[in-house]
């Protein structure tokens, strides 16, 4: 073996861990930290929960710090925001007064993908010292209450899936899952407003004006209710079980599960175990025949999405599926790993809407890859799950800690010295 291509090697590597965690460091306002200065500049719920596991890699109460920073932010009915605004800043839309929430910490009114109990069992794997275990027994009970506000506002079929209320609550928010149930939102009475990402960011790479447009009534909205989350998920105007948060919630429902049989919570077990009996029956209704895989389904017209994004590999991560459907999804995979320079796009590339620059509508994402990665190794997929690894690492060391890739040309996309990319490479891809 050659010893200077070692070496080198070595060196890189070092230099791409001392990146990230420089990154991470910058980005850090003091107990949270945001996804990146210019563009996002306050705490983004699920980015946050994927920021703690780059900071366990090198300061393990930081990473605490930063999941007990996020439920800070919970509002007393368990619900945790979106985003949570520990500071003024102009450069974001929307920023507080037009959320109006009238919270303290001010915050956003919509939630995020429930990831934070998978994170945070992942933070205790890494260290169970004693500090590690006062720290996961105060914060149990908090996501306790998030994942009992789902199951109370977001589950009207009780089936153990989550219905989205915005396209920002599934963090896809361009995906073209939202096309068409978006398209029915009344944009006639949204107030004016500026567009703040476009100053920051090459417009080719954000959601177009129509989206914003249909984000911002759907804010109003949710304004005009109060709030009222048990009446915008009953009747507001934008209602899609996402199977993304759905296959996400699963999943941290197991790992909420297994935190309580070692923990020795056992009520909480009993609860948190009729939640996923209910998920692995009702999954089905996202099973879409015609496409062969679990897509998302608007709860307004009754129809299915038939889209297949990176969020439909999820369901390796959610371990939910018969035989018969993970060989279907795995046909998909296959398929796209066969024509697709970087795995995952975030929009299979033979649908015509597939937009390679474009934030949800095609780019790769390192959080989405760390997810479908893990769940291909555990239900084992083991080269689809190391080929996914490796294009991440690719990606990263050609172009650098951007927001999202095209899977391409591996060019960066969105913002730059991201900070959830740059905890995915300390995390998983750099290693
Ligand atoms: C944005 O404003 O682009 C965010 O993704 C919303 O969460």
Known sequence: MNETVVSGDQNAALDMNQRARDILITNDLGGYTVPNKNVYPFQWNWDSAFVALGFAEFDIDRAWKEIETLFDGQWKDGFVPQIIFWQESDSYFPGPDVWNTGKKPQTSGITQPPVAASMVRQIWQKDKSDAARGNLERIFPKIMAWHRWFDKYRDPLRKGLVVATHPWETGRDNAPEWDEPAASVDISGIEPYERRDTLHLDKKMRPHKEDYDRFVAMVEYGRTQNW????????????????????????????????????????????????????????????????????????????????????????????????????????????????????????????????????????????????????????????????IKLDTAMLMRQSGFFEAFNPETGEGTGGEDFSWTAAMWLHWAGK
């Open 228 to 387: 009222d989350h048990n009446a915008i998920a009953t009747e507001g105007p934008f209602r899609v079980v996402d199977v993304g948060m759905t296959m996400m919630l699963i999943r941290a429902n197991k790992d909420m599960l297994a935190l309580a049989n070692e923990f020795g919570f056992e009520k909480e077990a009993v609860e948190i175990r009729s939640w996923i009996d209910r998920a692995q029956n009702g999954i089905n209704f996202l099973w879409d025949e015609k496409i062969g895989a679990f897509c998302s389904k608007d709860l307004i017209s009754g129809q299915s999405s038939g889209i297949i994004s990176s969020a439909t590999f999820l369901c390796y991560y959610a371990g939910v599926g018969s035989e018969a459907q993970r060989a279907s999804t795995v046909n998909h995979l296959e398929r796209i790993a066969a024509t697709t320079e970087f795995l995952m796009p975030s929009l299979s590339p033979d649908n015509p809407r597939f937009d390679a620059m474009r934030y949800w509508r095609g780019p790769v994402w390192a959080v989405v890859n760390y997810m479908v990665s893990k769940g291909c190794r555990e239900v084992g997929l083991a080269d689809l799950s190391e080929r």
